[in-house]
């Protein structure tokens, strides 16, 4: 005769296999990065509904709508990036703990799941926004898997460089989601997270160089000198910093002032990886890589600011 604890003590691995189960999908989708992504989302929709002169802020369900469809559409791309690069996750040490690296998850099952989440994605912001921003979620969507993870990751130096411009579309799908359109300022703030990409993750790359060459991928660091490498850095923070200040027709002198404070905070911080570099000394890649965070999330923080506090726009005369 089983004793009462009996039921318990097989109920209590049941719900251990299943919480498992669920972390690891919920692995699949990288939601660290996700958070990231959304973050840059809210302030192109403030700066849209600002722009289109309502005078008000965008729905608080349009606002909801938007962030779900887009961390769904974020999940789906990062799942089936995992079940691409499963055999590179598995021989890198940063990516190792990935749950199809360490087989948690039938690699079929992974894609299904990533499929059904950008099915979802589609379909929900289509319903809840509108076509065009559905549209270009998908279109964000396969750029990342297609042509980032399939063609270039795995062929070029320059993966991250042009894969990462499916990271620049939550600001041009949140402006699409408020107005219908894609304005110049959406594709202004789609050039500063393209110009901001390539110094965050070579910088992120150099600090794993042996994690990619290992694996084969032929990142920026792997095929290049470190003088090389950050003299390239150096370039694009400067684009980065210029580029951001194409938004001053549209935003305050509050932004002004934090564009110039901080892009030349991050082309200093450029400089000094690049002039330790030229000397000799160990470099410490990482510094730049978490203060290229607080950057980008300190400028587009600004961003929806300027739209939420309706502060008078720079008059520019030339």
């Known amino acids: 005769m089983l004793s009462p604890s009996a039921?318990?003590?097989?109920?209590?691995?049941r719900f251990e296999r299943s919480r498992s189960t669920l972390l690891a999908y919920l692995a699949l989708t990288k939601t660290r990065i996700i958070e990231q992504l959304l973050v840059v989302t809210v302030p192109a929709m403030f700066l849209a509904e600002s722009r289109a002169g309502t005078g008000s802020l965008p729905s608080v369900w349009l606002i909801a709508a938007t962030l779900i469809g887009g961390a769904v559409a974020a999940a789906s791309a990062h799942a089936l990036n995992c079940v691409v690069d499963a055999d590179i996750d598995a021989k890198m040490k940063r990516t190792q703990a990935r749950p199809l690296a360490r087989d948690q998850v039938p690699r079929s099952h992974a894609l299904i799941f990533g499929l059904v989440l950008g099915v979802f994605s589609a379909v929900w912001m289509g319903f809840t926004t509108n076509w065009l921003a559905s549209a270009l979620t998908v279109l964000a969507i396969a750029f990342y898997v297609l042509v980032y993870t399939l063609l270039l990751k795995r062929r070029t130096a320059q993966n991250i460089v042009w894969g990462g411009a499916a990271g620049c579309m939550p600001v041009v799908i949140g402006w699409a989601a408020v107005t219908g359109t894609v304005g110049w300022p959406a594709l202004v703030m789609f050039g500063v997270i393209f110009f901001w990409t390539p110094p965050h993750f070579w910088a992120l790359a150099m600090r794993y160089r042996d994690d990619y060459a290992a694996a084969g991928v032929p990142m920026l660091p792997?095929?290049?000198?470190?003088?090389?490498?950050?003299?390239?850095?150096?370039?694009y923070s400067w684009a980065m910093a210029a580029w951001s200040l194409l938004l001053l027709p549209v935003?305050?002198?509050?932004?002004?002032?934090?564009?110039?404070?901080?892009?030349g905070w991050f082309i200093v911080m450029a400089h000094r990886l690049h002039s330790a570099v030229r000397a000799g000394h160990p470099a410490k890649p990482m510094r730049l890589f978490h203060m290229s965070n607080t950057y980008l999330c300190g400028l587009f923080i600004l961003v929806a600011a300027d739209a939420a506090l309706g502060l008078p726009v720079l008059s520019l005369h030339f």
């Open 251 to 263: 935003t305050s002198w509050v932004y002004l002032a934090f564009a110039v404070v901080a892009g």
């Open 7 to 13: 039921p318990r003590a097989q109920i209590a691995p």
């Open 222 to 235: 792997v095929v290049a000198t470190p003088v090389q490498v950050t003299r390239r850095i150096v370039a």
